[in-house]
């Protein structure tokens, strides 16, 4: 079983920034691809970005493509999400997800779900 704990949610004005973080634990957690999605009110969970175990590929939905930036440290085990010139539509729920298989924009294929931070960005 692996445990995702997101963190780093808040409160910002648009253009300001945020870093998300996601936490893993659990037994022998290793070979995880990591993904981002996000849930805005009345909508579907939605693919932010994902980054693969040897951190060499990462893949990003195109509304967030040179705001945001995944990265991952092992040694900690942690997974982040910077996120740069934030708008108002960047406005959801984040979550973190793990899956065994390869990088993927489609939630079902993520086995382990973080409970969510909530992000906030005024205009």
């Known amino acids: 079983q692996v445990q995702l704990v997101d963190t780093g949610g808040g409160l910002v004005q648009a253009g300001g920034s945020l870093r998300l973080s996601c936490a893993a634990s659990g037994r022998a957690f290793g070979g995880y691809t990591m993904g981002w999605f996000r849930q805005a009110p009345g909508k579907d969970r939605a693919f932010v970005a994902a980054i693969s175990w040897s951190g060499g590929d990462t893949a990003y939905r195109d509304s967030v493509k040179g705001r945001f930036t995944i990265s991952k440290d092992s040694a900690k085990n942690t997974v982040y999400l910077q996120m740069n010139s934030l708008k108002p539509e960047d406005t959801a729920v984040y979550y973190c997800?793990?899956?065994?298989?390869?990088?993927?924009?489609?939630?079902?294929?993520?086995?382990?779900w973080g409970q969510g931070t909530q992000v906030t960005v005024s205009s």
């Open positions: 997800a793990a899956t065994l298989g390869p990088i993927s924009s489609s939630p079902p294929r993520y086995a382990y």
